[in-house]
């Protein structure tokens, strides 16, 4: 079995790739629009402390329920295919990156962003010049998490027809094609394992510009 | 040319006002220090001044202006802003924090980093060494340097300090102070400054409000509410040392009478304060020093009669406005 699955990839060349550029792609808009969500509102979060503690609260509700579990409640909503597995990933990263961001702007000190209002800047230029600089490696972490997340995740899309590396793990479950289903499990691994060096590379590189800077 | 007229701030919950009813009117080029135990409402007066707190009654006016009718941001740019722990932006660099409010301002480039050098010049700090240096790799007392630095960079008439001294230690503080007075007064800057210390108050401020319980307890010269403190609690705060405390607002030099000294008296230069010339005759068990001046030519003499005078005369009037 073990010669089967190592020739299973040359053999499936096509399958591999597209399944492989499926799941890729899913996850990117996954991520992308997580963050178009989740960043604005972290920070938003931070200005409105009576809507913060409700909104954090849900965050952390939502952290807890299974992304499989996600996955099929879009079913009812939003049917089957590509748009409800999108859909149930991004609400999936939202939480990591919102509350990383909320606590990191949160965990700016406070004298600094007194000295900053006190010299004239106004709230707007605090954000984006102060609390956003200083906050962004815990922002970053955030957004590591979820991409891993995410990346992980998006193996049970085919549960709902979103696509992906599942479909390898699934059609290999349905005809007990095991060479198939390793390779998909096999896939899904690297790639998250690839997803979590290259965010890793990127911390990084952050860190290091911060400290030349 | 900064008034407070009957500035009162409460907070939903509080019984007593933070601040009640403060009066308080600092003439151009003075250095008013705000002084009481914490909780008197010391800072949250001075926070009023440039609208990080709102009063809930009363006017401030700067330069004549209620400030409660210009924009905050745009007020803030033109008052100089000091804190305990700096707060400096981490970073940035040393060149970019102290460009902050001139950048904020809009100066040309040019202008913003001749004006960077020379305030760090200015603040004892060689720009060539520390332009591009960022917080995290400075001293404590060279932090407060560029705080100071960032403050003054767009020349605002009207400065307000924290504590700027309260995060270095004693030997730093008293160098920060008297280089710091130096530049302030050259620089004719109205000042408020909240200290909780009483030495560093009667050194630096032309004079001193003393509060407690969010009321304004004394308003005068450091030399007469240190000569006829108002009531118990000011004579208390001000220390049993008062007296001692006023004549280190003298030197020999101006207290010294035209008479020689006795053949064998102590010498003494003239910018002794009377407290340690008071020390010094004390120690020699003599009556009078002779007073000298910096080339060791006599200017007078110094008795322990002249020096209990001092203290037993009416507060200097000249120094009150």
């Not at chain 2, 440039?50 to 009363?58: D, K, S, V």
């Not at chain 2, 207290?255 to 004390?282: F, K, Q």
Request: hydrophobic share 50%.
């Amino acid at each position: 079995m073990l010669a089967e699955t190592l020739r299973w990839p040359g053999e499936h060349q096509r399958v591999l790739l597209e399944a492989t550029l499926r799941h890729l792609e899913l996850s990117l808009a996954a991520l992308s629009v997580a963050v178009v969500v989740a960043l604005p509102l972290g920070i938003a979060l931070t200005r409105a402390p009576g809507a913060a503690g409700f909104v954090t609260g849900i965050a952390n509700v939502l952290r807890t329920i299974p992304s499989l579990a996600l996955l099929v409640l879009m079913l009812p909503l939003l049917g089957t295919g590509y748009l409800p597995a999108m859909v149930a990933l991004t609400v999936y990263g939202v939480p990591a990156i919102l509350l990383n961001t909320y606590a990191g702007v949160r965990s700016v000190d406070a004298d600094i962003v007194d000295a900053a209002r006190g010299q004239g800047l106004s709230d707007r230029q605090i954000i984006r010049r102060i609390e956003i600089p200083l906050a962004l490696p815990v922002m970053f972490a955030g957004i590591r998490t979820a991409a891993v997340q995410i990346v992980a995740a998006a193996t049970l899309a085919a549960f709902v027809g979103g696509g992906g590396l599942g479909e390898l793990i699934t059609a290999g479950m349905g005809t007990l094609d095991f060479p198939e289903l390793l390779v998909g499990a096999l896939a899904v691994a690297a790639l998250a394992a690839a997803t979590e060096l290259l965010f890793a590379g990127l911390e990084r590189g952050i860190a290091g510009r911060r400290r030349a800077s | 040319m900064i008034r407070l007229e009957g500035v009162t701030k409460r907070y939903p919950g509080v019984s007593r006002p933070a601040v009640d009813h403060l009066d308080l009117d600092i003439p151009e080029g003075t250095i008013c220090v705000l002084i009481g135990p914490s909780g008197c409402g010391k800072t949250t007066s001075m926070r009023m001044v440039n609208r990080l707190i709102e009063p809930t009654a009363g006017r401030i006016l700067v330069a004549g202006e209620d400030v409660s009718g210009t924009d905050p941001v745009r007020l803030r740019r033109t008052i100089g802003y000091v804190i305990q722990q700096v707060g400096l932006f981490p970073h940035m660099s040393v060149a970019e924090n102290v460009a902050t409010v001139p950048a904020l301002l809009g100066w040309p480039k040019p202008r913003i980093a001749a004006r960077v050098e020379e305030m760090l010049t200015l603040v004892g700090l060689e720009p060539r060494e520390f332009l591009r240096r960022f917080p995290g790799e400075l001293s404590g007392g060279q932090r407060q340097r560029v705080g100071v630095a960032r403050a003054l960079a767009a020349d605002p008439p009207v400065m307000l300090m924290d504590e700027p001294f309260g995060a270095v230690d004693p030997i730093v503080r008293e160098r920060l102070q008297s280089e710091f007075l130096a530049i302030l007064r050259r620089l004719r800057k109205t000042i408020i400054l909240v200290t909780h210390d009483i030495d560093e108050a009667i050194r630096m401020g032309d004079r001193l409000a003393l509060m407690k319980d969010g009321l304004l307890m004394q308003y005068d010269t450091p030399d007469r509410i240190l000569a006829t403190p108002r009531d118990a609690f000011v004579a208390e705060f001000l220390g049993i040392d008062r007296g001692l405390k006023r004549l280190a607002l003298v030197t020999a030099g101006e207290a010294a009478g035209p008479s020689p000294a006795p053949a064998g008296s102590p010498r003494i230069a003239s910018v002794t304060t009377l407290r340690d010339a008071l020390s010094i005759l004390l120690t020699e068990g003599a009556d009078a020093a002779a007073v000298v001046d910096a080339d060791g030519a006599s200017l007078g003499s110094l008795t322990l009669g002249a020096i209990r005078h001092r203290l037993a005369a009416r507060a200097d009037q000249s120094g009150a406005g």
